[in-house]
């Protein structure tokens, strides 16, 4: 079970829209699916489940724990801090349906 003080973090889900202008050219943007509280764990915090999923995810560059019931797919991003990061996986921890980890890297240029 979470505890509510760790999700101290304020992040959103960002979903993949495609819009098309008067000339049917395909727009792309990313749109705030939902926001949510959550934890940010990075390696910094000597985390054992960071250096857990490190092993299997390298480019790895933070994890992101939240209550479960969030529709969030390997196809969304996470905004957190003005930063924009790309979801590498999403993992039901311990397949209770209670904590979900999001496994993200920071988008680059």
């Not at 490190?54 to 992101?64: P, R, S």
């Not at 019931?69 to 590498?88: H, M, N, P, Q």
């Not at 921890?93 to 890297?105: A, I, N, P």
Request: with cysteine.
């Amino acid at each position: 079970m979470i505890r509510a003080g760790k999700l101290d973090r304020r992040i959103g889900i960002l979903r993949r829209v495609v819009t098309h202008n008067a000339l049917n050219e395909e727009i792309e943007t990313w749109t705030v699916l939902a926001t949510h509280d959550a934890e940010a764990i990075t390696a910094m915090s000597g985390s054992r489940e960071f250096a857990a999923l490190y092993k299997v995810y390298a480019e790895m560059g933070i994890l992101f724990l939240l209550r479960y019931g969030a529709d969030v797919t390997v196809l969304d991003k996470v905004s957190y801090g003005g930063r924009t990061f790309d979801i590498l996986g999403v993992i039901d921890k311990d397949l209770h349906h209670v904590e979900l980890y999001l496994v993200c890297k920071e988008v680059v240029g």
